[in-house]
């Protein structure tokens, strides 16, 4: 790995004074939460900011408030360390503490932010090489290049969608909100991405994510499933959000099941979610909604596994989150 | 008192000290060479190519030399001199002259004031390719005849082929009741280790050349930095850092060393390179990705009556250790159980890929897994227990094999005796519900390469010592600590002869300057060889001292003993010097006290071309069986147990020991399940991964309990009857794995790394009625040379090539 390149940093005290300075660099500055995800990319120069402006001293970006009644409000520099250990979180949220608690290791979530994690880079095996690498494959098509190495013939950048979060806050119907120098916005996380490896986010770069909000439950029951090689460090190459809320009748009133990991968006697999709405829970309905699912994932060869097979896991991994919730009734 | 053992009870070997370096590398004291900084260095970056295979037509490094701060360049030309680690192949240039061989091939040299401008010089070199076609495959290696790799080798871009038969195979085979074929792959991998590679050179104003450098091999190291840089040797030392993990990967001269070193005479200032870990992935000389074919003829129990072994390297685009590596394909597979007749035929490939060379069990964990898994199918076949089958048809302790490797003892029926009890075996095997399985294998391996690299006579280890008249005892040796605790083993063995403390000793290694040679660390040669020279320098040191301390007490000399820092009359313990005393006692006779002990390996039965790899002064055994869960829905395969028997002969550290166990089973995870040294063959033979993110090793979270069992029945060419532990334990873990596969879910991987997906293609095939196995369906024909033929010792062969005549006659 090479060295980190000069840069100015600058660190805000107010998210006022945060916006204005994005605002004022201009396209060569980023925000940087815990630099998990942006200094490794620095230093592979597939991002060469001149200055960079951290978020981790906002005091209003750190706080978690709310319950399970009104629903969770996260800050967006909140440790993910923080998010797995929240006793708020884990009552009313667990989902969200569980697949914090699946994020790389403990060391780089003491050091990785929640609002880093629903914001991370697009990861592919041709673009997240050093710089000598990439230049021998004369780069591609993300950075520097002309080609996208995973699907030559393909106009778009086919990068992974690799943050465990994403497709869990698409299954709660998260809501993001974002500052800027021209006001706030939030936007639903569904809304926030974009299936394109390079255009990944709808967000324009000046915008700072400052909170999450988790609304209640309210009986809504949710999992999540991961697939990697190992049972720490390793991004998802298959991630499976199923959230459902079950009628007193035993039927499922609503459904949601997204997949990361195999898409540049996550990809919400309305299909599986149809399976599942007005029937009770059972094999058949299970199986139909899985079967979706594998339809539906169509990872490209540009992560580990062959990918192939992990198309292949598709199925069980959304049997095995469905098969959870319908034994947690 | 052979091998130290003279009857009288241990006070320091068999006991678990402490290493003598584990406070310094715990604290943060220990310097590695990357943590060394002189007045004025500069720093050094090769700039690779980024193209697999071709010519370089040009080279303009004027842009690079006029950037400010850079204070030199070197190409290819500047270091025109070939090297390389076997003298059968001096293939490597320190930076390419006139054709690249594989991306991540170094092209030029840069040496500057600080990293940064290294680097930015790199993008200011201009390189004009004209590419050549690539070779990525065993098979293409063994086909495309042009272009070449290089000009050498047997033809085309087939670097060797060898040929052994060992007695009348036809013979052998009509002999079997049972004959089965199979065929395996074994992908390649790499050593992984925490430290990357770093030197330091220093160009003195006498013109002597000091290098730091993190290399487990001093001494070749010397050799060719003397030859490439045409030095007198005598101006030339090489002084081995700490290593922070090695397994194999720092045995070669480096080209990142050779760079250094020169840009350091040009510039006459200090230069360091610190590898990145992309740079690693390039250095490799990691496990060769093997094809094989095993053909084997067995009695009604199990006792083999033939084996006809083949394999194929993909050698990657070097030489390295590669023909050694070929060869120890070859030849191990008949240490374990009798194998009456034997043929092996081996190929080694060029290809554009960084090279392949000794990884810990070099050239052996290939056709071990190979074997071990048909021995279970061989098993399965007959209807027996695969652990008892093994255990009824082991080689014979104190005999020589077909090959003419010559045994000393074998502990493999306790080290199976042990662990089938330990892990419920007979209740278990066969016995477990769908989806959990367990699995047996076997192994052994060398205790020390019988002969060196290169040819000579001398000794393959040597020790001083010196004691001084503070009764300080300072033992120097060429040997290097990669981490295995080779410092702490020469401490305890002289702390052992003397009766002194092990942390009194001051251990001065792998310094050309200060100590004598040693061959270096590979081949688990250190702890038997190095051991062995360390008791006879104490040996003569405590004749020294026994003589004057004798005269002091006036007591029959063989009353004096050494032990508690004492010197002391048997007869009455109380009379006596302490250890000072007795060395001062020493000196005053006999003057300053220092003595020698070297080590040379015994002389091999086998006198044919190709005897050279495979003897060892001793063989260390194991025995493994792993325990494992498989998702038949995934593919996934969970390694929960690893029970491991190790025969050790003796424990010089049993803590130490363990250690080395636990680490070969670890590394032995990562080589089953999940470790791929991959290219991207469409994709300019690029490594898919040069990253310890995507190269996928295993994490703490992977590890498996680990029981241990240390089987120890001394060895006499051991010292104080020790043999190896730094290889053999990892041998048996990926076939034990594999078996236990086969017993959870029925299906064959005939491949490492046993990867989910390969387990569910096997077990897909199976529901579908096919075979229900995962593996190559055969081996490229191949027209191998005529075979070297030896007649067995037990048939009356006296480890010569046989005459053509003798052969005819046989017919």
Same mark, same amino acid.
């Given at each position: 790995?090479? =060295? ?12 006022? $004074? ?22 490794? %990319? ?24 709310? $319950? ?27 989902? &969200? ?30 673009? $997240?090489? %050093? ?6 494959? %004369? ?47 939030? &936007? ?39 697939? =990697? =090689? ?71 060869? %540009? ?27 | ?10 006070? !320091? ?29 500069? *720093? ?100 495309? #005849? ?30 079997? /009741? ?197 021995? /279970? ?9 695969? +652990? ?86 300072? !033992? ?14 020469? +401490? ?71 032990? #508690? ?11 006596? !010097? ?5 060395? !001062? ?143 053999? @334990?990892?041998? @048996? ?8 596969? *086969? ?7 005939? #491949? ?21 196995? *995962? ?37």
């Amino acid at each position: 790995m090479m =060295r980190l390149p000069k840069f100015t940093y600058r660190v805000p005290k107010t998210i006022a $004074d945060a916006v204005q300075m994005k605002a004022d660099c201009g396209d060569e500055s980023m925000f940087v939460a815990g630099g998990t995800d942006l200094y490794p %990319n620095m230093k592979r120069r597939q991002q060469t900011p001149q200055t960079v402006i951290s978020v981790m001293r906002l005091a209003e970006l750190h706080s978690i408030s709310g $319950d399970a009644e009104k629903g969770i409000t996260i800050g967006a520099s909140v440790l993910l360390t923080e998010v797995c250990d929240n006793p708020t979180i884990h009552h009313s949220h667990k989902v &969200v503490a569980e697949a914090a608690h699946t994020i790389s290791t403990p060391l780089l979530r003491n050091m990785g932010t929640i609002g880093g994690n629903l914001l991370l880079d697009t990861r592919c095996n041709y673009y $997240d090489q %050093n710089y000598e690498w990439r230049k021998g494959i %004369n780069f591609c098509l993300k950075k520097d290049g002309e080609v996208c190495w995973v699907a030559p013939g393909s106009a778009k950048c086919w990068a992974v969608q690799s943050s465990d979060l994403v497709p869990v806050m698409v299954a709660l119907g998260a809501q993001l909100k974002f500052v800027s120098t021209q006001g706030e916005r939030v &936007v639903e996380a569904a809304e926030l991405y974009n299936d394109d490896g390079i255009n990944y986010l709808h967000k324009s770069p000046d915008e700072m994510l400052t909170e999450i909000y988790l609304p209640p439950m309210k009986g809504k029951r949710a999992v999540y499933k991961k697939l =990697r =090689r190992r049972g720490a460090f390793d991004f998802p190459v298959l991630g499976v959000a199923a959230m459902v809320e079950v009628a007193s009748d035993g039927t499922i009133a609503t459904a949601r099941i997204v997949l990361g990991g195999v898409a540049p968006a996550p990809i919400e697999v309305t299909d599986a979610e149809a399976a599942l709405v007005g029937q009770a829970f059972s094999q058949a309905t299970i199986e139909a909604a899985a079967e979706a699912c594998y339809i539906k994932a169509r990872p490209l060869d %540009n992560t580990d596994f062959v990918m192939g097979w992990r198309k292949q896991m598709a199925r069980p991994f959304a049997r095995r989150a469905l098969v959870e919730l319908q034994s947690a009734l | 008192m052979k091998n130290g053992n003279n009857g009288k009870p241990l006070k !320091v070997v068999g006991k678990p000290f402490r290493k003598v370096d584990a406070r310094a590398k715990c604290t943060g004291q220990t310097r590695f060479a990357d943590d060394i900084t002189l007045p004025r260095m500069l *720093y050094a970056k090769l700039l690779r190519s980024h193209v697999p295979h071709a010519l370089i037509k040009s080279i303009d490094v004027s842009k690079a030399l006029a950037l400010p701060g850079v204070v030199a360049v070197i190409t290819g030309k500047d270091l025109p001199i070939a090297y390389g680690i076997l003298p059968v192949s001096q293939d490597e240039h320190a930076l390419c002259i006139d054709k690249v061989r594989f991306i991540g091939d170094p092209v030029a040299a840069i040496a500057a004031i600080d990293e940064d401008t290294a680097f930015a010089a790199m993008d200011l070199i201009a390189v004009e390719y004209q590419r050549l076609k690539t070779i990525s495959t065993i098979e293409e290696g063994l086909h495309i #005849e042009e272009p070449r790799i290089h000009e050498y080798g047997d033809s085309g871009n087939v670097h060797k082929k060898v040929s052994l038969e060992f007695g009348d195979m036809d013979e052998g085979f009509a002999a079997a /009741d049972h004959i089965r074929e199979d065929f395996f792959f074994y992908e390649g991998n790499t050593h992984l280790p925490i430290e990357q590679h770093a030197a330091l050179a220093h160009y003195d104003a006498d013109e002597k050349l000091t290098l730091w450098s993190s290399t487990q091999t001093p001494h070749y190291v010397h050799r060719a930095l003397a030859k490439v840089l045409e030095l007198a040797p005598t101006h030339v030392r090489i002084i081995a850092t700490p290593n922070g993990g090695g397994f194999g990967g720092k045995s070669d001269p480096f080209n990142h060393e050779v760079a250094v070193a020169k840009l350091a005479m040009i510039t006459g200032r200090p230069v360091k390179i610190t590898l990145t870990r992309e740079e690693v992935f390039y250095c490799h000389r990691g496990r060769h990705p093997v094809l094989m074919s095993i053909k084997t003829g067995v009695k009604k129990d199990g006792a083999i009556t033939a084996m006809h072994f083949r394999s194929f390297l993909d050698g990657g685009a070097y030489g390295s250790y590669g023909v050694a590596s070929t060869f120890y394909t070859g030849a191990l597979q008949t240490v374990t159980y009798t194998v009456p007749r034997y043929k092996f035929e081996g190929a080694r490939l060029f290809t554009n890929k960084p090279p392949c060379g000794p990884k810990r069990g070099h050239g052996t964990p290939q056709p071990r897994f190979a074997l071990e898994v048909q021995i /279970d199918k061989i098993a399965d076949d007959l209807g027996l227990d695969p +652990a008892k089958m093994r255990r009824n048809n082991l080689a014979a302790a104190h005999s020589v094999t077909a090959n003419y490797l010559r045994l000393g003892t074998i502990g493999l029926g306790e080290c199976i005796d042990k662990i089938v009890a330990a892990s419920d075996w007979q209740n278990k095997f066969k016995k477990l519900p769908y989806g959990k399985g367990i699995g047996i294998a076997c192994s052994s391996y060398l205790c020390g390469a019988g002969l060196p690299i290169y040819w000579n006579s001398m000794p393959h280890s040597g020790v001083q010592l010196r004691l001084d008249r503070q009764g300080g005892v300072c !033992v120097m040796c060429g040997s290097t600590d990669i981490g295995q605790g080779s410092d702490s083993v020469l +401490a305890y063995i002289v702390a052992e002869v003397l009766g002194i403390d092990p942390f009194d000793i001051r251990v001065i290694t792998a310094d050309t300057d200060l100590t004598p040679v040693d061959l270096g660390s590979y081949s688990s040669r250190v702890t038997l060889m190095t051991g062995n020279a360390a008791l006879q320098a104490a040996e003569r040191a405590r004749e020294l001292l026994t003589v004057a301390v004798a005269e002091k007490l006036q007591a029959p000399i063989e009353n004096i003993s050494f032990a #508690e820092r004492r010197v002391f009359d048997v007869e009455n313990p109380e009379v006596g !010097v302490t250890f000072a005393e007795a060395v !001062v006692l020493a000196e005053s006779k006999f003057g300053t006290i220092g003595t020698v002990g070297s080590y040379s390996p015994p002389r091999s039965p086998g006198k044919f071309k190709g005897a050279g790899v495979g003897p060892s002064p001793a063989y260390s055994y194991s025995a493994a069986i792993a325990e494992v869960d498989v998702d038949a829905d995934t593919g996934i395969t969970t390694v929960e147990r690893i029970w491991i028997g190790h025969d050790i002969g003796r424990s010089i550290n049993p803590a130490l020991v363990m250690g080395q166990v636990e680490g070969g089973v670890y590394m032995g995870l990562g080589e089953v399940l999940m470790e791929e040294m991959v290219y991207r063959g469409n994709r300019n033979v690029v490594h898919k991964f040069p990253s310890m993110l995507e190269y996928k090793s295993p994490t703490t979270m992977e590890m498996c309990e680990v029981k241990t069992f240390l089987i120890e029945d001394p060895d006499p060419n051991g010292p104080f009857g020790a043999k190896e532990v730094g290889q053999g @334990p990892l041998l @048996p873990v990926m076939p034990a794995v594999v078996n236990a596969i *086969y017993d959870a879910v029925g299906v064959r991987v005939d #491949e490492v790394p046993a990867t989910p997906e390969k387990v569910l293609a096997a077990l897909r095939a199976k529901a579908q009625g096919k075979e229900g196995r *995962y593996g190559p369906q055969g081996v490229p024909a191949t027209n191998w040379p005529e075979p070297l033929k030896v007649l067995p010792p037990a048939e009356g062969g006296d480890g010569r090539e046989m005459p053509r005549e003798a052969v005819h006659l046989r017919d």
